[in-house]
């Protein structure tokens, strides 16, 4: 599976305002930033970014999946403190 092809599924699905993806054929690592995830417990986060990957993860194509969950204001303050 594609890095792209991941974020077009997540970017349809939700109400997402950036999504970054890397990874390598079957490991990925997402950073998804929007404003629904202000609402929500990590869990629930975690929980809304699996639901549109499900079938790519029950037939394998996904195997590993890394998460980072932000709303807008999140990401900029992390962005600022890492040095993005």
């Given at each position: 599976m594609e890095?792209?092809?991941?974020?077009d599924v997540l970017m349809n699905?939700?109400?997402l305002?950036?999504?970054q993806v890397?990874?390598?054929g079957s490991h990925f690592q997402v950073i998804a930033v929007g404003e629904l995830f202000g609402a929500m417990s990590r869990v629930k986060q975690q929980q809304a970014i699996y639901?549109?990957?499900m079938e790519y993860i029950a037939d394998n194509r996904i195997h590993a999946?890394?998460?980072k969950a932000y709303t807008p204001e999140e990401w900029k303050r992390d962005?600022?403190?890492n040095g993005f």
């Open positions: 890095n792209s092809e991941i974020k699905a939700l109400a305002e950036e999504v890397t990874g390598d639901a549109p990957l999946l890394s998460i962005r600022k403190l």
